[in-house]
């Protein structure tokens, strides 16, 4: 540590680090992370004296082309970093886990005006609703025909993602 540094600054360079690998940890987990099992407990130091917290989730908010970590307790009280010792941000990040998978699916393919337009279509008249009936067409009829067969090849040849025990290629044929 630099000696021309206070003790104190030196402590706001360690939370600025603890910040940034919280927020690091969190864009990793989807921009938010709910504790459901165990909250991690910090120490915040607020006007009425200091306090343990059971920290609730985690997220990162865009202000004003800002962004920020914002952390809420159990009771949905946010918490200032500010008000969070030294030290116990880590606990937050240390509490969730490098790796989640999100239950959500996954958009594979988006439709405009400009796919129109670029295959010859007058699109000057098409209003939205005509655009999300035709993107749900296009998508019914790439389910019926292409998508379960493209799905399979790609994740078994391209990807070469295991399949469960016991499930074979034969076995969805079946169905």
């Known amino acids: 540590m630099n000696k021309d540094k206070s003790i104190y600054a ?3 360079e360690i939370k600025q ?3 940034s690998e919280l927020e690091e940890k969190v864009r990793n987990a989807g921009g938010q992370y709910i504790f459901t099992k ?3 407990f910090i120490l915040c130091n607020f006007d009425e004296g200091p306090c343990d917290v059971h920290v609730a989730s985690v997220e990162i908010q865009n202000v004003s082309d800002l962004e920020f970590v914002v952390i809420f307790d159990d009771h949905g009280n946010q918490i200032k970093l500010s008000d969070i010792v030294y030290g116990h ?3 937050i990040t240390d509490s969730i886990p490098c790796r989640t ?3 959500e699916s996954f958009c594979i393919s988006r439709l405009s005006r400009e796919d129109l337009d670029s295959i010859g279509f007058d699109t000057s008249d098409i209003d939205d609703k005509t655009m999300q009936r035709l993107a749900e067409k ?3 009829d790439y389910c019926e025909q292409l998508f379960w067969s ?3 090849i790609i994740a078994d040849e391209g990807f070469n993602i295991p399949r469960k025990e016991g499930r074979s290629q034969e076995d969805d044929d079946d169905k």
């Open 138 to 140: 296009l998508g019914d």
């Open 89 to 91: 941000i880590e606990f």
């Open 101 to 103: 998978f999100s239950q």
């Open 38 to 40: 165990e909250h991690p």
């Open 17 to 19: 680090r603890e910040i």
């Open 150 to 152: 493209s799905l399979e």
């Open 10 to 12: 030196c402590y706001e």
